[in-house]
């Protein structure tokens, strides 16, 4: 990909943002845990996401794709597949199936490409094996191809050392299968999961980070949901908005859940101009938030990283842009995502004339004026992503921008629609 820099302001209104990533992935497994059918709109047609529906068929469900409205028959009982389940790029996916297929009665293969089958599965596997799972792979067990043997799993209280939905999701969904469960972690990580759960029937109290779950006693109710658009894709183009003068940008009906916004209150404190519309709320609040620019100023970001994790790079692009040195600390786990976005980001800032340094747990970036480099994304989506918005100021290559594909397939039709030159 090759991005030329502009020299306009973005003025825009931008509404057919990728479809929330994560609800997406959730609403095709959830739907398993029914015994009707349930209806999904505004699901993501990405690479990963689409993966997981394939997944769900191969798994016994009938997927009745009608354009506008996805309907998800679900089988009478999870079958044994007679073929690998690919996941693709999507830690999410196998790390959620892993905790559902744990407590089936079966044996299931889960695979992904060459990135994520390098991605540590041993953090949601040992706690599982702990109560009875039987759970294997490579290097250990720790990556996948994973093999799983499924077993109903004993009742269990688990204290998370990570603030991570995926591992969180992975275990209720096995108690849930098995005898319940007692799961707690030391920062609240995303919480769709429980919401979602809640809302269809499931027998789940919530204590701020505690949670009590327990196993179903019959099929839970079926989704009947409108998936948002994730904030997470929509950042980029905040971000975007924050780093070129006299840019306005309102992005439309986005989830404006807590746990998912937090990278935007940092370009507040930044100094952008960041408002919040709420207009809907059902499983979710939704609505659209509107992004001005104004000169950023540099910031130290400690807290509620599990709420930012995936818009880091994009962040240190807005540090890349601002007037003094910017921190980010405790984000460890930036090491073990689609790559080590730690280690790549400094190494691309660094390419493009950027002041910037690794820590163990973060990086910490000087703003100044970037130049064109041509940067190796690792095949990691939000890599490429965050470098071809700092190309606008610059120019910028972008290579294995093919990996966008896995999460927002029309990123670069938005791209040129807000007036920018790219080429594939």
Known sequence: MKIKAINEPIKAEISNIASDKSISHRSAIFSLLSDKPSRVRNYLRAEDTLNTLKIVQNLGADVIDNGDEILIVPPNKITEPKVVLECGNSGTAMRIFMGLLAAQDGFFVLSGDEYLN????ARVAKPLIKVGAKIDGTSKGDKAPLCIRGAKLKYFSYQSPIASAQIKTALLLAALYSNGCEYSENELSRDHTERML?????????DN??????????????????????????????????????SHIVLKNILLNKTRIEAYNVLAKMGAIVKFHKNSEKYEDIGDIEIAYSPLKAVEVSENISWLIDEAPALAIAFASANGTSKLINAKELRVKECDRIAVTVAGLKKCGIEAKELEDGFVITGGNPTSAIIDSHGDHRIAMSFAVLGLRCGMIVEKSEFIATSFPNFTQILRKIGVSVED
């Open 198 to 206: 809640g809302g269809m029937g499931a027998d789940i109290k919530i």
């Open 118 to 121: 390098k991605r540590p599965m």
């Open 209 to 246: 980070l505690n949670i009590k779950l327990n196993p179903m006693t019959k099929p839970l109710n079926p989704l009947n949901i409108d998936v948002p658009n994730d904030p997470s894709s929509a950042f980029f183009y905040a971000v975007a908005a924050t780093i070129i003068p006299g």
